[in-house]
């Protein structure tokens, strides 16, 4: 792990916008980017915000959260450790701290792709690797959102882990106040692990 303490801070939209430009289009497929504009517009309306991670004047790594007022749990929309600073351990350091930073927060929502509807299976089964590594639990509900499939964990903030049906809950929430009705019915929907849809 990177021995050089970092500082955490919250990213102006100048800051954002070289981010999104420099290393968010390098760091994650066309198709999984949201346009800049958008999450420009999410942060100004504050239902989202960035965390820029330094060694010293030098970002490290980044992780845009979703987390609309009144949302009792944020959820991690995107995150990356830049090229020189990866194979060292640094992305499970940060997202172990990552509870710290979002104060009040119960928990960190996270979408991980189906490996068996990934474009890239082995990827996709590292991410999942990743997570699991990193304490987040897989609550067996799965996630059509738009054209991609997505299992989804959740990373506890204390000491209790939200039961599943709590974690979804929490996720649809995010969508709902986001998104609004009926968008968001429109493009998410939740499956029970046995594979019946919920509804919320």
């Keep these: 792990m990177n021995p050089v303490p970092l500082t955490w801070r919250l990213l102006t939209a100048e800051e954002l916008t070289k981010v999104y430009l420099d290393e968010m289009r390098r760091d994650f497929p066309q198709s999984e980017l949201k346009p800049l504009s958008m999450i420009l517009n999410s942060e100004a309306a504050g239902t989202a915000h960035t965390w820029g991670i330094y060694d010293g ?32 351990g640094l992305g499970a350091a940060l997202l172990a701290e990552l509870p710290g930073h979002e104060n009040g927060c119960q928990a960190i929502l996270i979408e991980a792709e189906c490996p068996e509807k990934a474009e890239d299976e082995a990827m996709a089964v590292r991410r999942l690797g990743f997570y699991a590594r990193c304490g987040a639990v897989d609550v067996g509900w799965t996630e059509h959102l738009f054209d991609a499939w997505f299992r989804v964990l959740v990373l506890p903030c204390g000491r209790t882990t939200p039961d599943a049906e709590t974690t979804v809950q929490g996720l649809a929430d995010c969508y709902r106040r986001t998104m609004g009705d009926p968008q968001w019915k429109k493009h998410v929907t939740f499956y029970r692990p046995d594979g019946a849809e919920a509804r919320f």
């Design 57 to 88: 004047d030098a970002l490290a790594a980044y992780l845009l959260m979703v987390r609309p007022m009144g949302c009792a749990m944020s959820q991690l929309d995107y995150f990356a450790v830049l090229p020189r600073y990866r194979a060292s």
